[in-house]
């Protein structure tokens, strides 16, 4: 089946500083890649939609100049965190589509920032 | 708008008992509805999906879930609950530009 991989699986830093979390679909070409963020206890939001070689959409009432997307190859796309909060630990989690015409999401293990 | 609603946070079973998770959905159109589960600390991986075809659709380790157009219900059960699957569920509804509308979660505690 298709694998998703997420790097790291958890990260600590301190407030103020920015940290990356990359996304990779290992084993199928992801066009389109997705990024949730889950709170303690909680269902999953849809962050933004990411497609390969352009720009990601953003869920309404997420800051994209916060959280940078790039998805630069058709197996990784990147999520940044930019002068990380407190407020902003959580788990995060992507998913990839593997054709524009498959409807169904792999989703990755997830990456737990935590900022002290 | 379409919509997921999950009507138990928690359900606790004994083991070896059935498992009967509830989910509602609200669609305008035929929709995909899907059930992942998630262990502590882990991604989320697949159940069982419907999308239009047989109603009642059989999943991975032994669950299945029957979709009722005029219940608007796509309830997830298993005859016999194990240990193992002691973890949150979702049941999850694809809307029209397939993005992926999550319910609250239920959380299966399985006792000994």
């Known amino acids: 089946g298709a694998v998703v991989s997420q790097h790291p699986s958890r990260v600590i830093c301190k407030s103020g500083t920015s940290v990356k979390i990359e996304c990779r679909s290992l084993?199928?070409?992801?066009?389109?890649m997705f990024w949730y963020r889950q709170f303690p206890k909680k269902s999953l939001m849809l962050m933004a939609t990411s497609n390969e070689g352009s720009k990601a959409t953003y869920e309404q009432g997420v800051e994209k100049d916060k959280f940078l997307i790039n998805h630069a190859s058709l197996t990784l796309s990147t999520l940044t965190v930019t002068s990380a909060h407190p407020e902003d630990s959580s788990f995060y989690i992507c998913?990839?589509?593997?054709?524009?015409?498959?409807?169904?999401?792999?989703f990755g293990p997830g990456t737990r920032l935590t900022v002290t | 708008a379409q919509s997921v609603t999950q009507l138990d946070s928690h359900v606790s079973v004994s083991e070896g008992t059935p498992v009967l998770l509830r989910c509602n959905y609200s669609?305008?159109?035929?929709?995909?509805l899907f059930w992942y589960v998630q262990h502590p600390n882990k991604g989320l991986q697949l159940l069982l999906k419907y999308t239009s075809a047989a109603t009642l659709v059989k999943g991975i380790n032994g669950f299945e879930a029957e979709f009722k157009k005029s219940e608007t219900s796509f309830h997830l059960t298993k005859p016999s609950a194990h240990m193992s699957d002691a973890a949150e569920y979702f049941c999850?509804?694809?809307?029209?530009?397939?993005?992926?509308?999550f319910g609250s979660g239920t959380r299966l505690l399985v006792r000994p």
């Open positions: 669609s305008s159109y035929s929709p995909s």
């Open positions: 084993d199928f070409q992801a066009t389109t």
């Open positions: 999850v509804l694809m809307d029209s530009s397939y993005k992926l509308i």
């Open positions: 998913s990839a589509r593997d054709t524009d015409y498959s409807y169904e999401q792999y």
